[in-house]
């Protein structure tokens, strides 16, 4: 089973270049998230996704946009990059509100901005 | 505004010994309380999780004690392996639900053989 799975896994980008981060999930949930980690500051939502063409923001939204064109995959997009951006993004699945069903995470892309 | 505070930062325990990790929270709508293991170069993954109708849970050696009038919530590693080495994430969410999740900080556990 892929479970999730996050393409690149690693990308080095320059000021100002933009980019689509994708994510597929082979196990029919409904709902996903992308999330961005920083050293010391945890795991911070940046939108999510409760079903197919659906999307929200979630904590920390600027500069990225979002789609959900198909119930396996997530996109997240970043326009115009900046050295802020620079940090590893997680994807997740889930099947929603079911209690005790757990976000299930892919291994994350490691992104640079120079 | 953090809504889930995480404690410490860092942690090194010996083998065999114990290692505890707390948390507290703010929001009072917060009903769903997991816990999240990484290991270097991975995605978190689920540990263990809790509800704030008992005040204790326990699968194997990992146990979450719960505090709902201190709004806090700990793990405790019991025997804790080399193999536990890890960031350990708590979280929190509403409703009952398990999205939205709010994360804490994150706390780095090295145990040394």
């Known amino acids: 089973n892929a479970g999730v799975t996050q393409t690149p896994k690693f990308r080095v980008l320059k000021t100002g270049q933009s980019m689509t981060l994708l994510c597929a999930q082979d196990m029919n949930h409904e709902y996903m998230y992308w999330y961005r980690q920083d050293p010391g500051m945890g795991l911070r939502l940046i939108h999510y996704?409760?079903?197919?063409?659906?999307?929200a923001k979630g904590e920390v939204p600027d500069g990225y946009n979002v789609s959900r064109l198909k119930k396996q995959n997530f996109l997240l997009g970043l326009e115009s990059a900046a050295p802020s951006q620079t940090s590893v993004y997680f994807c997740a699945s889930s099947y929603g509100t079911v209690l005790g069903q757990p976000q299930h995470f892919g291994d994350g892309t490691r992104l640079s901005i120079l | 505004q953090q809504q889930v505070k995480q404690s410490p930062q860092s942690l090194i325990v010996q083998k065999g010994g114990i290692s505890i990790i707390n948390c507290a929270y703010e929001n009072t709508a917060f009903d769903y309380f997991p816990w999240y293991q990484q290991f270097p170069g991975k995605g978190p993954a689920l540990l263990i999780a809790i509800r704030p109708d008992v005040s204790e849970k326990k699968e194997g050696r990992f146990t979450i004690s719960f505090n709902k009038s201190a709004k806090q919530f700990s793990l405790h590693i019991m025997d804790s392996q080399p193999g536990d080495s890890a960031t350990y994430f708590c979280a929190a969410s509403p409703g009952g639900s398990n999205y939205k999740l709010t994360f804490g900080k994150g706390t780095l556990l090295t145990v040394n053989p």
């Open positions: 996704s409760v079903g197919e063409g659906t999307t």
